[in-house]
């Protein structure tokens, strides 16, 4: 079974950029998380979606950050314009039920210079 | 607002030695859910262990396994005949029964010493 499928394993872009995350889901997971982790804070949750519908986006930082999920098999994080606080690791996980154990992606390392 | 607690920024234990991770947690509800996840150099995001609140039985996993004292809010992890490849960052984690989101503690990082 394949896990969670994220792309680019690493980006380098620079300041002022579209960055464009990709994720794929555990098929038949009908639960999407994005998350961000950095030194300082940690593990946050950005958004997340169920059944392909954004259900809490409380996490995203501010404007310059959109999530889409067009179907059950694709998610996109896009950041336009990119800025160099930006730069961290970027997770996109999956779960079958809300409340079960949520699967990770290997993760995106984003880099704005 | 629920919140997890891993006081230990970092710890070291040797080769085939047993190790104890601690986390407490916070909440006012009675049904939830723990977890630990592990997060090698690799950075990938690996569930190790998971514990429902209403179970009064600790869950094990190989030689894995948690000392879950629900009455303390206390969610410890532990390791026995610690290996070279259990060298990690460990994330305790909590979720409530109510809600979709899991609350992340801020993380231990193990030594494995050989």
């Known amino acids: 079974d394949a896990g969670v499928i994220q792309s680019p394993r690493h980006e380098v872009t620079e300041m002022g950029q579209e960055v464009t995350l990709r994720c794929k889901p555990i098929?038949?997971?009908?639960?999407l998380f994005w998350y961000r982790q950095t030194m300082m804070r940690g593990l946050e949750l950005l958004i997340y979606?169920?059944?392909?519908?954004?259900?809490?986006d409380s996490g995203m930082p501010e404007d310059r950050f959109s999530a889409k999920m067009p179907n059950a098999s694709f998610s996109t994080l896009k950041i336009q314009p990119s800025e160099p606080r930006d730069s961290a690791v970027y997770f996109c996980?999956?779960?079958?039920?809300?409340?079960?154990?949520?699967?990770f992606g290997p993760g995106t390392r984003l880099t704005v210079t | 607002a629920q919140t997890v607690t891993q006081s230990q920024p970092e710890m070291s234990v040797q080769e085939a030695e047993t190790v104890t991770l601690s986390c407490t947690y916070d909440?006012?509800?009675?049904?939830?859910?723990l977890f630990w996840y592990k997060q090698p150099p690799s950075r990938q995001m690996i569930l190790v262990i998971r514990?429902?609140?209403?179970?009064?039985q600790n869950a094990t996993e190989n030689r894995f396994s948690v000392n879950f004292q629900k009455a303390a809010k206390s969610f410890s992890l532990k390791i026995s005949d610690s290996q070279l490849g259990d060298a990690a960052m460990y994330f305790c984690?909590?979720?409530?029964?109510?809600?979709?989101?899991?609350?992340f503690g801020k993380g231990t990082r193990l030594h494995i010493l050989p």
């Open positions: 996980a999956s779960s079958f039920g809300g409340k079960r154990e949520q699967y």
């Open positions: 098929s038949g997971h009908d639960y």
């Open positions: 979606f169920n059944n392909n519908v954004p259900i809490d």
């Open positions: 909440t006012s509800e009675s049904d939830y859910y």
């Open positions: 514990q429902e609140a209403y179970k009064q």
């Open positions: 984690a909590y979720r409530s029964h109510r809600d979709d989101k899991i609350i």
